[in-house]
């Protein structure tokens, strides 16, 4: 998790690029359908994967002409990107340019199944620079500034896209690898010892982890203090994952949800029973079609929820926002109602321990377990908050699951 110390902007340039955040509504559809044509012939025309799914709908790629011909076009989830890859070795046949078109393979993390490979042409490379660079102005990184990421390297990808990234800004990228022994996070915290980092990139395990080597080595250098990451700091950037568009948008201030990079994706909050788009501030399902690259994605359901917002933003950027609610497969619903851990975590402090439990089946109570000692009116402003019934287990300290990389909300029982 970013975190900021001794920012001093090197320009005062308000938006990264003008004229793409703030283009008028009108201007910014037309281009999208523009866009939306050209991606949908391109994949029909140069992959397997789109062609086959658009056959057997019985669509055309003539028959996409705007916006409103999109539920026309099936949607697909990460499923089925593991099984084209195995039925097409070696990376499936879902994208125009194949290995040789491609400059840069990654994998993804792949915490739920089979990783998938991430493939950038340079075209497409460089357009995630433009949008990453778009996301980092908003959060404060200017030119000549020096900035340290833990960011996994190797296969993973993430330490090669951050520093692309950075180094396309203007930035002195300095990557610390994950301090995954005592001795890499020492050998790290030598070398930076003396230089000046303005921005830090960590999660809040690695950061951890490398205060415990700094206190370990009398470390005269800087670290950030441990942020308290709240419930809504989730709401401040988006992806969609490093194979689709990895840096899709972020917030102009916290918890305002994150404007998205819509000259360069169509992203849809869908009813999963009827596939209709929900209206604004409703939860949907995150379905993203990406615009304008070499390898896009055709309405790709990322299983995850999000809601939109397109009341202007005082910012004066013109794109909508999206505020990501959590994953799908963390949905547990109560009387018809989806509730996400999220609901919960903005009721207790930011630094609880809890979970919500699941049901086999669909419940009329919501249970949410939490360590320690929670406030007794807890379980009547969740209640209120949510708007379903929820009763409250307290259980010892050091009870529920820990992860080191992201925090397990719900248990099935
Ligand atoms: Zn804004």
């Not at 056959?55 to 011909?69: E, H, M, S």
């Not at 917030?251 to 009827?274: F, M, Q, W």
């Not at 000692?373 to 009763?391: H, K, M, N, S």
Request: proline fraction near 8%; charged fraction near 25%; include cysteine.
């Amino acid at each position: 998790m970013p975190s900021s110390t001794d920012i001093t902007p090197a320009t005062d340039r308000r938006y990264w690029n003008e004229e793409a955040q703030t283009m008028p509504r009108d201007a910014l559809r037309a281009l999208q359908e523009e866009r939306l044509r050209e991606a949908v012939g391109r994949a029909y025309e140069g992959t397997g994967f789109f062609r086959r799914r658009f056959d057997a709908a019985g669509i055309r790629p003539d028959d996409v002409k705007t916006l409103d011909d999109l539920p026309r076009i099936p949607r697909f989830q990460k499923q089925a990107l593991r099984e084209n890859e195995a039925e097409h070795p070696p990376v499936g046949d879902y994208r125009v340019s194949g290995l040789r078109g491609a400059i840069r393979l990654a994998m993804s993390t792949g915490t739920t199944g089979r990783p998938t490979f991430s493939l950038w042409t340079r075209h497409d490379l460089a357009l995630e620079c433009e949008l990453g660079a778009r996301m980092q102005w908003r959060l404060g990184i200017r030119p000549g500034m020096i900035v340290a990421n833990a960011h996994p390297g190797y296969l993973n990808g993430g330490q090669a896209f951050i520093s692309a990234l950075y180094e396309s800004m203007g930035c002195l990228s300095i990557s610390l690898g994950p301090p995954e022994s005592v001795d890499a996070a020492e050998t790290a915290l030598r070398a930076i010892e003396h230089i000046p980092i303005d921005h830090w990139g960590l999660f809040p395990a690695a950061l951890h982890r490398f205060r415990e080597a700094a206190a370990r080595l009398g470390y005269q250098g800087t670290l950030p203090e441990p942020e308290e990451i709240g419930p809504t700091y989730q709401y401040d950037r988006i992806s969609a994952g490093q194979e689709c568009v990895g840096f899709l948008g972020s917030a102009c201030s916290p918890g305002r949800g994150s404007h998205l990079a819509e000259d360069y994706a169509i992203v849809e909050a869908l009813d999963p029973a009827t596939g209709a788009p929900v209206p604004d501030g409703q939860r949907g399902y995150f379905v993203i079609t990406s615009l304008g690259r070499d390898n896009s994605m055709i309405r790709y359901d990322m299983e995850d929820v999000i809601r939109l917002e397109s009341e202007p933003c005082d910012c004066g950027e013109t794109s909508r926002r999206a505020f990501w609610e959590g994953r799908g497969k963390d949905i547990v619903e109560v009387q018809g109602r989806w509730v996400l851990p999220i609901d919960v975590w903005m009721e207790v402090p930011a630094d609880a321990e809890f979970v919500l439990v699941r049901p086999a089946s669909p419940a009329d109570v919501l249970t949410v377990r939490i360590e320690g000692t929670p406030a007794g009116d807890l379980a009547d402003r969740l209640t209120a908050a949510i708007g379903v019934p929820v009763v409250v287990e307290a259980v010892p300290d050091g009870t529920l699951p820990r992860s080191a990389y992201k925090a397990q909300r719900v248990v099935d029982e």
